[in-house]
């Protein structure tokens, strides 16, 4: 490919952002990344994802590609000679999908629920997260990596909310370490590769931007 420009419409704290970040450090692309205020959208970001105007989009030569789990997918397969993160058999491509997306549509919408419910709206949010931990811990199983022995499009599509769980903890007074013991130590595992602790923020930084933007009302 002759050229090859990656320009990423990015927010630090987007678990969503993160899997993007994370995907083109496993594959060593450098991006530009460009930070965008979530409370007054840029024309840029209006102009390249105007279905849903969040982020992440990357921009590919000046093409614009949304919604993370395909930005993810799109990266692997236009490099897919460097680290493929999807396998190649079509049968355990279609189980890594299928867990990519359990993970999004179990994860953040739940754990948004514990963050801005109330009383018992929060206790059955916090049983559903626990639940759906529990569920992906079974599937991890004691593989090191959800596709086995290598870091995987799974493991891309649900590390990123390891920052957020101090969050979820803190607001919904449990712990992920004593429910889920095996998947922590799987994401332990995940933050000692650099395109993993590189891109995850500190879970305390994650905790005070949340707090702060829930107690002015702008995350809802
Ligand atoms: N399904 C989307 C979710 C993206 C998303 O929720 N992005 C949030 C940041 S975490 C956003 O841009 N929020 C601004 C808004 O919805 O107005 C994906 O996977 O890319």
């Known amino acids: 490919?002759?050229?090859?420009?990656?320009?990423?419409?990015?927010?630090?704290?987007?678990?969503?952002?993160?899997?993007?970040?994370?995907t083109l450090d496993e594959k060593g692309l450098p991006d530009e990344s460009k930070h965008q205020n979530l409370q007054e959208k840029s024309p840029l970001l209006l102009q390249m994802n105007?279905?849903?105007?969040?982020?992440?989009?990357?921009?590919?030569?000046g093409k614009?590609?949304?919604?993370?789990?395909?930005?993810?997918?799109y990266i692997d397969e236009v490099w897919y000679d460097r680290s493929p993160l999807l396998p190649s058999?079509?049968?355990?491509?279609?189980?890594?999908?299928?867990?990519a997306d359990y993970v999004d549509k179990k994860i953040y919408d739940t754990g948004k629920k514990i963050i801005v419910g109330k009383g018992e709206e929060v206790e059955t949010a916090k049983h559903e997260l626990i639940a759906s931990l529990r569920t992906l811990e079974l599937e991890l199983g004691e593989k090191p990596y959800f596709a086995g022995h290598t870091f995987g499009y799974v493991d891309v599509s649900l590390i990123p909310f390891y920052s957020w769980f101090y969050l979820y903890e803190k607001i919904g007074k449990f712990n992920v370490e004593?429910?889920?013991?095996?998947?922590?130590k799987w994401a332990k595992r995940c933050i000692l590769k650099e395109s993993?602790?590189?891109?995850?923020?500190?879970?305390?930084?994650?905790?005070?931007?949340?707090?702060?933007?829930?107690?002015?009302?702008k995350y809802k």
Request: net charge positive; aromatic share 10%; proline share 8%.
């Open 178 to 184: 004593l429910e889920c013991p095996k998947l922590v």
């Open 89 to 99: 058999d079509p049968y355990q491509r279609a189980s890594m999908r299928f867990w």
């Open 196 to 217: 993993i602790f590189k891109n995850l923020p500190d879970q305390l930084k994650v905790y005070d931007y949340i707090v702060e933007l829930k107690n002015a009302g």
């Open 1 to 22: 490919m002759a050229s090859n420009e990656l320009v990423l419409l990015d927010h630090w704290v987007s678990p969503f952002a993160m899997r993007v970040r994370i």
């Open 64 to 73: 614009p590609i949304n919604e993370s789990l395909v930005v993810v997918q």
């Open 50 to 61: 105007p279905i849903h105007k969040q982020v992440p989009v990357l921009i590919h030569n």
